[in-house]
């Protein structure tokens, strides 16, 4: 961990703040205080191709992710992200998302123990409810209830559908900091329909 590049996020590693994002006047970024985390990135590759030169270092295990799956995968995006310690409670989560609006595979592969769940919820995006801005705001303003909780263990992979809910969680305890590397992705095929 020492000497690698991390990029401080001031508000959460999920949201990025933009104006851009405003539907019937009110900012859908705006995420209540108890949701709101501050965090660490480093996008190793997004839509647009190569975006750090650590990328060859992660693609061994990118490689072992694809092989994994039951059918051939392209990555849409890879990212890793750091949580640190904050003043939060134990149980508490960060804001509820989805990392696209566009369909995709999504999954958390755990560099390391620690506390601070990813918290699953019941709740889907669903594309055909409406264009990207009405879907936002629904996302802002709907009742989440939890599905389940996914403890980070090193070395372990969890593949969701990208429409799913979730929402990480601080690390707490003897936990100073939690890492995750942060897979997107697409396929041609359903990668649940023998699961």
């Known amino acids: 961990m020492n000497g690698f590049p991390w990029y401080f996020l001031s508000t959460d590693v999920s949201y990025t703040p933009s104006d851009d994002y405003k ?19 480093h996008v190793l590759m997004d839509r ?22 039951p059918h051939p995968i392209e990555f849409t995006r890879v990212r890793l992200a750091l ?8 149980g508490n989560h960060n804001a509820p998302h989805t990392d696209h609006e566009e369909d ?3 999954g958390l592969f755990y560099l390391d123990d620690s506390t601070g769940d990813t918290v699953f919820f ?11 801005e009405h879907r936002w705001w629904k996302a802002m303003t709907q009742e989440y209830t939890e599905n389940m909780r996914v403890t980070p263990k090193a070395n372990m992979l969890h593949v969701f559908d990208g429409h799913q809910f979730h929402a ?3 690390p707490y305890g003897a936990n100073k900091y939690r890492v995750t590397l942060n897979l997107n992705f697409t ?9």
């Not at 539907?23 to 990135?41: A, H, R, T, W, Y």
């Not at 396929?187 to 699961?195: E, G, K, Q, R, W």
């Open 48 to 69: 647009d191709g190569i975006e750090s030169p650590w990328l060859p270092h992660f693609m061994p295990l990118c490689d072992a992710v694809n092989d994994a799956m």
């Open 168 to 170: 990480s969680s601080n």
């Open 104 to 106: 995709h595979y999504a």
């Open 187 to 195: 396929s041609d095929h359903d990668l649940f329909a023998d699961t």
């Open 23 to 41: 539907f019937g006047g009110d900012n859908l970024m705006d995420i209540p205080d108890k949701e709101k985390s501050v965090g660490f990135v």
């Open 122 to 132: 019941n709740q889907y995006d669903d594309p055909e409810s409406g264009d990207v």
């Open 83 to 90: 949580l640190i310690q904050q003043d939060k409670n134990e």
